[in-house]
């Protein structure tokens, strides 16, 4: 399967405390992107980083990419309890025009306040 | 600006019945995706539309699925005869493709048709 894997599957934290959540991928890509998905919703655009990128910042979001690897991290600082949702990773196959992701499973992460 | 719109938002129905989902893209966009999404699969693509040409619908679980693009603002999704194995949430996202292999491809999702097949 191309579609990327999230790990943990799931994250419990506290609010105040950073959040990182992992993305493997298998094939070579184009970009790769973040998604988040409140319950109940639709998935929402966070933030994409391209494949000669290496650390992408917007916000209290970093995200890094290891190309060599085939992995990427997400990380929220100073999580809120707004914070709480599902996040998927989806990558772009390098060369490809079509526009099709790859999605991952999704890491569910709850923040306490 | 009016995102992506799907409806219907909730739709319950019997093993057998027709269902048809609708969407409405992004007015410029020119790429149509459709996904099921279920705990046990996930975010499945099912088929995508490229200026209204299906491209790729091997997603498509079996021939009672079926879906169409007549024009650049509106698709459709329909189940004939539904099973209750297809009670899913279905969404419908919609991108701009330039045409360039370097070029982003955001996806916008509506908030999908929770369908339940009884």
């Known amino acids: 399967s191309q579609q990327g894997e999230e790990d943990p599957q799931a994250l419990s934290i506290q609010e105040g405390e950073n959040a990182t959540m992992n993305c493997s991928y298998k094939t070579s890509i184009n970009n790769l992107q973040w998604y988040r998905q409140n319950s109940g919703r639709g998935l929402v655009h966070l933030i994409l980083?391209?494949?000669?990128?290496r650390e992408k910042h917007s916000g209290r979001l970093r995200v890094t990419l290891d190309t060599s690897k085939k992995s990427s991290s997400l990380l929220i600082t100073a999580s809120r309890a707004a914070d709480t949702a599902s996040y998927f990773c989806?990558?772009?196959?390098?060369?490809?025009?079509?526009?099709?992701?790859?999605f991952g499973r999704g890491t569910q992460l709850t923040v306490w306040p | 600006d009016a995102g992506v719109i799907q409806s219907p938002r909730h739709e319950v129905t019997e093993m057998g019945q027709e269902v048809t989902l609708r969407c409405k893209p992004i007015s410029g966009h020119n790429s149509l995706f459709w996904y099921r999404q279920t705990m046990m699969r996930g975010l499945e693509l099912l088929i995508y539309f490229n200026n209204n040409v299906p491209i790729d619908d091997s997603g498509m679980p079996e021939d009672r699925f079926s879906a169409k693009m007549p024009n650049a603002s509106f698709s459709t999704l329909k189940i004939q005869p539904s099973e209750p194995r297809d009670s899913a949430v279905y969404f419908c996202?919609?991108?701009?493709?330039?045409?360039?292999?370097?070029?982003?491809?955001?996806?916008?999702f509506g908030p999908g048709t929770r369908l339940t097949v009884l």
């Open positions: 989806a990558t772009a196959d390098r060369g490809s025009t079509l526009g099709r992701l790859y």
């Open positions: 996202a919609s991108s701009l493709l330039s045409g360039l292999a370097d070029i982003t491809d955001t996806q916008y």
């Open positions: 980083i391209r494949s000669n990128e």
